[in-house]
């Protein structure tokens, strides 16, 4: 009997795909075994991920300064070998697929410009992905994904991945899945078939943060799935020009300081399913674009817990922000409500510095994505956000064409590396001000008073603002 009804959810998910691409195969009802199954190793994943954070960072150093939310205590390649990216080519020596190869390393990029991808990279565990260390106008991935799946203690800055159609079309432009202990901040993701990203199931202790999720292709044209996990945070986001799943949040996820634009069916989703989920949705703001109904929230049903307060809506597309207060008969669609709570639910080590929803779209409109050096795409997008409801489209469902619909990726220049004798990764120049030997490659990876590696106090230090910074 168990067997059939198992058979018979497959068929009728796989039904649901083949129907409408606003009604994907998790907005199945789950089986109830399952979904015990699911939420117990969910559970549990969550514990071993507290537990390697207690034993790699005792002291709760972030990530970086500004590094908040769940994900903020990840220490990725910390302490390991500094590997540098020298060319563009998608293989070989000097490749980004082959930096990210081998754990227990920090990244660093000595070439800026589009890699272009021939097969999904899949990065290894204990990594840091320092993207702001490019010249130019730094690194965009192309024509594939980027997989961090299975792997955990990661940390990745300033980098764009754009899928694009020439990708599989069941990959996220950017995916997690089964993986822990992960910051991403201050990274483009866009023009992702299945979706923008994912964080999937049995993921754990995460955080995207400062980043741009936009512009899914076909098929789906979705923002994110985020299924079955724990201590998820994501903050000070743009999520825009998606269909839906701005994201769509099924787990434990704080929802905080995002910006939502231009959807077409729904803003941000509920889990509507027969699993718990908790999602604190705190000081967002959505407004709606050419291409929007007024549904800025839906999709929720009673096993969907959720902590509102601070979030405002702008759906006059009158070229101003001027929103209003969102009511909990927001979140309500013809498919249910959600169950709202009094209090938050989640409180992760390092918290997320609240803003208010206005002063959220200021930042997210001058600082989210990879934002070193916006390029032409990014650029673009952020004028469609701030014309306020004028400008913006979804990318229609035509096979062949994917991001064309949406002028390409344009160029993004590659610039000149600054003078580095030693080549320990931190230019000479810098490392005399500093008072670092420009003449020793030793000491870009010798740990800093602060505790950083002195790589990552350099690194940081191109984009963090002057009283964050250390030296020593
Ligand atoms: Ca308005
Ligand atoms: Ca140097
Ligand atoms: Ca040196």
Not at 47 to 54: G, M, V
Request: aromatic letters at 6%; a negative charge; one cysteine or more.
């Amino acid at each position: 009997m168990k067997r059939c009804f198992g058979l018979l959810a497959v068929v009728l998910s796989l039904a649901v795909v083949s129907i409408a691409a606003d009604a994907p195969a998790d907005d199945a009802p789950q089986a109830d075994a399952q979904r015990v199954a699911d939420e117990k190793n969910a559970s549990a994943a969550a514990k071993t991920a507290q537990a390697a954070i207690e034993k790699t960072n005792p002291k709760h150093l972030p990530a970086f300064p500004g590094a908040e939310g769940f994900g903020a205590l990840a220490t990725g390649g910390r302490g390991g070998a500094i590997v540098h990216v020298t060319n563009l080519s998608d293989s070989g020596p000097g490749s980004f697929r082959d930096a990210v190869s081998q754990p227990n390393r920090v990244v660093i990029f000595d070439v800026g410009g589009v890699i272009k991808l021939a097969k999904e990279v899949n990065v290894s565990s204990n990594i840091t992905i320092l993207g702001q260390t490019a010249p130019g106008e730094g690194i965009c991935f192309y024509n594939n994904s980027v997989s961090l799946g299975g792997q955990s203690n990661i940390i990745v800055r300033y980098l764009r991945f754009r899928q694009g159609i020439a990708g599989d079309r069941g990959k996220k432009a950017l995916g997690m899945d089964k993986s822990s202990n992960i910051i991403i901040d201050h990274c483009s993701v866009e023009w992702g078939r299945w979706d923008d990203i994912g964080i999937t199931v049995g993921s754990t202790t995460i955080t995207v943060q400062n980043c741009i999720m936009a512009e899914g292709i076909h098929p789906q044209s979705f923002g994110a799935l985020i299924d079955t996990v724990t201590n998820v945070t994501l903050s000070h986001n743009l999520w825009m020009s998606n269909e839906s799943r701005n994201p769509k949040a099924k787990g434990t996820i704080q929802y905080i300081n995002n910006v939502v634009y231009n959807w077409l069916i729904t803003g941000l989703c509920g889990g509507h399913s027969g699993a718990n989920h908790s999602l604190d949705v705190i000081n967002n703001y959505f407004i709606k674009g050419p291409s929007s109904n007024n549904q800025f929230a839906g999709q929720f049903t009673k096993t969907d817990h959720v902590y509102q307060r601070g979030n405002l809506v702008d759906l006059d597309r009158d070229g101003k922000l001027n929103g209003q207060p969102v009511t909990e008969a927001g979140f309500s669609d013809k498919g249910g409500s959600p169950t709202f709570v009094k209090e938050r639910g989640m409180h992760p080590a390092i918290p997320v510095t609240e803003d208010s929803a206005e002063a959220a779209y200021a930042k997210v409109a001058a600082d989210a994505g990879c934002s070193l050096h916006r390029d032409a795409v990014d650029l673009r997008l952020i004028s469609e956000l701030t014309s306020l409801g004028l400008k913006g489209k979804i990318l229609a469902h035509t096979d062949d064409k994917g991001e064309a619909l949406a002028g390409g990726l344009g160029e993004i220049k590659g610039g000149t590396a600054a003078m580095d004798d030693d080549h320990d990764g931190i230019p000479a120049d810098w490392e005399k001000v500093h008072g670092l030997d420009p003449k020793n490659p030793a000491d870009a990876a010798k740990l800093d008073a602060s505790g950083y590696m002195n790589i990552e106090v350099y690194a940081n230090s191109l984009v963090a603002p002057a009283s964050a910074m250390t030296t020593k």
